[in-house]
């Protein structure tokens, strides 16, 4: 955020929480267990106080997201892969940073795989639109052609489709 918008931006942010929450946002450190409501709720303070409040700036932040978690030796190793490959192994490594949920994840053919995630508590809408950016970047450095990907929320739970050629 402080390279996009300038120094200031976290105190921005967190202007856009309760004062708890402020205190426990500033505590925030890279890799660490956190309550996943003040995850959400920082994504949407984020994208309140430094975008349109409109979801958009989401999208940015797990993309970017995406790109930090991978080293350039994973990134080898994703070029090896396909989209299935890795929405599988997304069901394997999300117990590693959260304690609710699951994914469950088919593949629909050689081109096309679907993964639903279910149980999230709590479950913000915004949480998933940011999963889907981050997943479609994970897909993208797979090098997969003529990607498209697509997301819906139903009954709090996310659920998404990938196709490529």
């Known amino acids: 955020m402080e390279r996009e918008f300038g120094v ?3 105190e921005k942010v967190l202007h856009g929480l309760s004062p708890d929450e402020q205190r426990r946002a500033r505590n925030i450190l890279p ?8 995850q959400h709720r920082v994504l949407r303070a984020i994208d309140r106080e430094l975008g349109r409040g ?8 797990g993309r970017y997201e995406a790109d930090q ?25 999300w117990g590693r940073f ?17 993964g639903e995630l279910r149980g999230v508590d709590p479950f913000d ?6 999963l889907h950016a981050y997943i479609y970047r994970m897909f993208e ?7 498209q990907t697509r997301y819906e929320v139903r009954d709090e739970a996310m659920i998404m489709h990938g196709e490529w050629s």
Do not use: Q
């Not at 809408?125 to 940011?130: D, E, H, I, V």
């Open 98 to 114: 959260y304690d609710t949920g699951a994914w469950h994840v088919e593949r629909l053919g050689g081109n096309h795989t679907r």
């Open 31 to 38: 890799v660490r267990w956190y309550d996943l409501g003040l």
């Open 8 to 10: 200031s931006t976290w």
């Open 125 to 130: 809408p915004l949480f998933a639109r940011y």
């Open 54 to 61: 409109d979801g958009g700036l989401v999208d940015v932040i």
């Open 141 to 147: 450095l797979t090098g997969a052609k003529d990607l």
């Open 69 to 93: 978690d991978l080293s350039v030796i994973h990134r080898v190793f994703m070029r090896m892969a396909s989209p299935s490959y890795i929405l599988e192994r997304s069901r394997d490594y």
